[in-house]
């Protein structure tokens, strides 16, 4: 069965402290490993997908990594902005798409 | 631009009473899901329909049903609330490329 774990479950940083946020998974067959932020009250909203261990993108304060186990969303010198939920999942090849419980965020001025 | 739109934002019913929450997507993609979010959870997985095909998770309760009237539109039907099913219904497409686009989700209160 396809899981996936995030941690930790919330997270406190100051404006500019850089931290890393976690995600663990085990798949059938890896098809994609995305990365979704979400406000209180909204829905997700897409920031980066990762196909293949070693990939690495990034987005303003933002950098994903992927390995064959995990993958890290790098936060640089954050600012309250970044406050939100940011939550994990894959999809493997049968298309089927499985959601980590999400990282609580909260950037502190 | 293209979009996922999900109407209505807030939507408050009576216990028991029927409810249904619409999704309307301009992307053309050919997969529509319906997921429930409970707060502070992940996103759980109701049903799918794969152009008019429907596939129903095995865990999704029997007062949940679904209407895919054609490739922009899907609805949600609860048929008979009860005070467990308040949550965050968030409608997503996707096309055989992969990834998923989320509408900005209905938040369902129960009373």
């Known amino acids: 069965e396809d899981q996936v774990t995030q941690s930790p479950e919330a997270l406190r940083l100051q404006e500019g402290e850089s931290s890393s946020l976690n995600c663990s998974y085990t798949v059938s067959g890896l098809r994609g490993l995305f990365w979704y932020r979400q406000d209180p009250g909204k829905g997700p909203e897409f920031l980066f997908t990762?196909?293949?261990a070693g990939e690495e993108k990034e987005k303003e304060r933002l950098k994903a990594t992927l390995t064959k186990k995990e993958s890290f969303l790098h936060i640089t010198a954050p600012k309250p902005e970044d406050s939100a939920t940011y939550l994990c999942a894959v999809q493997n090849y049968g298309q089927n798409f499985v959601f980590g419980p999400g990282t609580r965020l909260s950037v502190l001025p | 631009d293209a979009m996922v739109i999900q109407n209505p934002r807030y939507q408050v019913t009576q216990f028991g009473k029927p409810v249904t929450l619409s999704c309307s997507q301009t992307l053309n993609h050919n997969v529509m899901y319906w997921y429930q979010q409970k707060s502070s959870q992940a996103p759980k997985l109701l049903f799918h329909y794969y152009d008019k095909d429907f596939n129903n998770e095995a865990d999704t309760p029997d007062n949940f049903q679904s209407r895919r009237p054609n490739t922009s539109f899907c609805f949600l039907d609860i048929r008979s609330p009860g005070l467990g099913d308040a949550a965050m219904y968030l409608c997503a497409t996707s096309n055989l490329q992969g990834g998923y686009t989320f509408g900005s989700g209905t938040r369902l209160t129960v009373v």
């Open positions: 990762l196909y293949s």
